[in-house]
């Protein structure tokens, strides 16, 4: 009897086409150097050799050493660096390790004589991926969220606008490794330290809600709520709120200490300046609400000149 043989396409292999085991959960560290793109060409070889010594280093002045030993699918970006871990040492790895590579940078700076300061940004998440030991392990969503966090406009923001000879890391946590490692209290971190904002990439439909961490700040951390732009409900007896010209709740906090509070509609947009406040010199608009760092070191009589 002549077998019997199918026209049948064999087994299909796509996405949701029958089911398959997830790929082991791992942690995932991803670096990289502010401005290297503006660096001359001759410097980049030396800040990419440079990033993954100072992660080596860091890992074993933190006790973590086992981590680098252990890394799984390491690789360079040019830029920085990338690896994966275990992901129950997550904790370890938002504090103490991003403290310590602050120190690390710090000591390496100063050493540098400015010829090669580096500065990072650091973003960190935990998801499933494939570990298959080669050059294409480690690759899906999860990877690729942690890439798009490091180039978030938050982490950029906040390394931009804290001083550069004090604050050398600035990290991004996606909201699983947040709501995991530090607020279910297994980080060495108050969650005071930590700032919610909406990580958006210039130019990518990207757009998810992060976690902000400086180990030394020196400047402001601006928080922006994860829903940035949504609707707000109005209660039935409060005054209409102020729309933009989209049709959206512009979302309004009056708050103007030693100055004068602006209530009602407001068209166009606001420019405030603060003459005579003890801290920063603010001028043109800030939104959000601000944690950490605000005002400038103060020696001397303040009020010198104003009595």
């Given amino acids: 009897m ?35 793109t503006g660096r001359p060409a001759i ?7 440079a990033v993954p010594a100072l992660l080596k280093t860091a890992l074993a002045r933190a006790e973590l050493r086992d981590l680098w030993d252990d890394r799984r699918f390491p690789a360079s970006t040019g830029d920085g660096y990338v ?58 969503t999860a990877r690729n969220d ?19 000879n004090v604050t050398r890391v600035a990290a991004i946590l996606s909201d699983r490794c947040y709501e995991d490692a530090v607020a279910g209290g297994y980080t060495g971190r108050h969650l005071d330290h930590f700032v919610e904002v909406a990580a958006t990439v210039d130019g990518k439909p990207f757009s998810q809600r992060a976690w902000i961490y400086v180990p030394q700040p020196s400047g402001p951390l601006y928080e922006e709520p994860a829903n940035a732009g949504a609707t707000v409900p109005v209660e039935p007896d409060a005054a209409p709120a102020p729309v933009n010209e989209g049709g959206k709740v512009r979302q309004v906090r009056n708050s103007a200490p030693n100055g004068n509070i602006n209530t009602g509609t407001v068209h166009g947009g606001q420019s405030v300046g603060n003459y005579h406040v003890a801290g920063d010199h603010v001028e043109g608009n800030k939104a959000g609400r601000v944690r950490g760092f605000q005002g400038d070191q103060v020696r001397g009589d303040k009020y010198q000149g104003r009595r």
Wanted: proline share 11%.
């Fill in 83 to 140: 690896f994966g871990f275990d992901p129950a040492r997550m904790p370890f790895v938002i504090h103490p390790l991003m403290f310590t590579l602050q120190e690390v940078l710090t000591d390496y700076n100063m050493l540098s004589h400015g010829a090669l300061p580096i500065r990072l940004r650091a973003s960190l998440h935990i998801g499933p991926l494939p570990d298959t030991a080669d050059e294409f392990g480690g690759n899906g």
């Fill in 2 to 36: 002549r077998e019997f043989s199918s026209d049948l396409p064999e087994r299909p292999t796509g996405p949701n086409a029958h089911s398959h085991p997830l790929p082991p959960y791992r942690g995932i560290l991803a670096v990289d150097a502010k401005d290297f």
């Fill in 43 to 49: 410097e980049h070889e030396g800040v990419s050799r």
């Fill in 146 to 164: 942690t890439h798009r966090l490091l180039d978030s406009r938050p982490v950029k923001a906040v390394l931009a606008s804290h001083k550069e």
